[in-house]
Nanobody, 127 residues
Framework: QVQLVQSGGGLVQAGDSLTLSCVASGLIFVNSVMGWFRQAPGQEGANFVAAISMNGGRADYADFVEGRFIISKDMAKNTLFLRMSNLKPEDTAVYYC???????????????????WGQGTQITVSS
C-alpha cells in the first residue's frame, strides 16, 4: 500500500521561507517520479508547481515559481521536499505531493498523470 505523508505547512508572512516534506512508503522511491501541486482557495483542481525525475537529475517548475522554490528527493529518507522562499500571498493554497507517473519515462506536469497523492497541507501567506 502506497502512502505519501506530508508535513511542514502553516501560516507565514510574505517574504518568509518554508519547507514541505512528503515521506513515501510502499513504493520504490528511487524509481518514482514525484511532483508538487497546489489548489488555491476557490480554485477548481490543483495546479502544477514542480516535478522531479526518478534520480533527481531533472527538476521542472511552473512559471510562477520564478526561482523561489526547489524540489528535491532524499533517497536515504524516502522523502520529497519543496523548499520555498520569498513566499507571496498568492502562494496561499493547499499543497499536495504526488508520486508515480502513469507513463514511464515521463516527468508529468498534469495531475491526472500521477497515481498516488499525499493528504495535502495548507500554506497561508499573509501580506
Amino acid at each position: 500500500q502506497v502512502q505519501l505523508v506530508q508535513s511542514g505547512g502553516g501560516l507565514v508572512q510574505a517574504g518568509d521561507s518554508l519547507t514541505l516534506s512528503c515521506v513515501a512508503s510502499g513504493l520504490i522511491f528511487v524509481n518514482s517520479v514525484m511532483g508538487w501541486f497546489r489548489q488555491a482557495p476557490g480554485q477548481e483542481g490543483a495546479n502544477f508547481v514542480a516535478a522531479i525525475s526518478m534520480n533527481g537529475g531533472r527538476a521542472d517548475y511552473a512559471d510562477f515559481v520564478e526561482g523561489r522554490f526547489i524540489i528535491s528527493k532524499d533517497m536515504a529518507k524516502n522523502t520529497l521536499f519543496l523548499r520555498m522562499s520569498n513566499l507571496k500571498p498568492e502562494d496561499t493554497a493547499v499543497y499536495y505531493c504526488a508520486a508515480e507517473a502513469r507513463r514511464p519515462g515521463v516527468v508529468p506536469h498534469l495531475k491526472d498523470e500521477y497515481l498516488y497523492w499525499g493528504q495535502g497541507t495548507q500554506i497561508t501567506v499573509s501580506s
